[in-house]
């Protein structure tokens, strides 16, 4: 496996479910991100993490709730979700967080649909 | 506050030809980095090229050059001999020092459609 990778690809989940969105980037990188891309709206950052340890909330409700066990694996776990919660969920890494001139590699996304 | 503004939400290029993606952005960090993506409708952002707040030269990689306007507070992407594999959506990004380098500020997009 290359670059960052992302499964499922696809999650179909009920508003009572629990269920994990998982992301492992082979880059050897530092920091890891979550965003949420739902339609007609700019990316929105979720978390961050740098060296496993978390950077930044962006006021994210607490049915989401990230786990970063080492640098090239991040989680989303995910609980009493809501139907506005659907949409694309992206995973990326970048070297780390010291410079701001870091791209970012992204995973392909999860489509997560709540019914 | 960080802001990108992307003035097109949708653009056509005949294949072959040049296109510029606009992108303008308001930041009041002397010191920052400006980035483009590409998303297929596959859904994964490829990085396409970085230009940063001191560079005095526009950054190129291949087909892509940015079109770094610092007075104006403007970055467009030129993307030169379109090809049918463009079409796709491009995000213009902005990260800087003082707001902490891990806030990554997207624009809401343009989508591209090359024409054969």
């Known amino acids: 496996e290359t670059g960052v990778t992302q499964t499922p690809r696809h999650l179909v989940m009920g508003m009572t479910n629990k269920k994990s969105l998982k992301c492992e980037q082979h880059?050897?990188?530092?920091?890891m991100y979550w965003y949420k891309q739902s339609a007609k709206k700019p990316l929105e950052l979720m978390f961050v993490?740098?060296?496993?340890?978390?950077?930044e909330n962006n006021s994210v409700p607490s049915r989401f709730s990230p786990e970063c066990p080492n640098s090239s694996h991040l989680f989303l776990h995910l609980h009493t979700l809501q139907p506005e919660d659907s949409a694309l969920y992206l995973c990326?890494?970048?070297?780390?967080?010291?410079?701001?001139?870091?791209?970012?590699?992204f995973g392909p996304g999860t489509r997560l649909t709540v019914t | 506050a960080q802001k990108i503004t992307q003035t097109q939400p949708g653009m056509f290029v005949q294949e072959k030809e040049a296109v510029t993606l606009d992108c303008t952005y308001d930041?009041?960090?002397?010191?920052?980095?400006l980035f483009w993506y590409k998303q297929p409708s596959s859904g994964e952002m490829i990085f396409l090229i970085y230009?940063?707040?001191?560079?005095?030269q526009n950054a190129t990689e291949g087909r892509y050059s940015l079109n770094f306007q610092k007075a104006r507070k403007s970055a467009n992407l030129v993307i030169s001999a379109s090809q049918l594999g463009d079409s796709a959506m491009y995000f213009c990004?902005?990260?800087?020092?003082?707001?902490?380098?891990?806030?990554?500020?997207f624009g809401p997009g343009t989508s591209l459609s090359v024409i054969p």
């Open positions: 230009q940063g707040s001191y560079d005095e």
């Open positions: 993490y740098n060296f496993k340890e978390q950077t």
């Open positions: 990326a890494s970048s070297q780390d967080l010291r410079e701001f001139v870091y791209e970012q590699y």
């Open positions: 990004a902005m990260s800087g020092m003082k707001t902490s380098y891990d806030k990554v500020i």
């Open positions: 880059l050897g990188h530092n920091a």
């Open positions: 930041t009041s960090d002397q010191s920052y980095g």
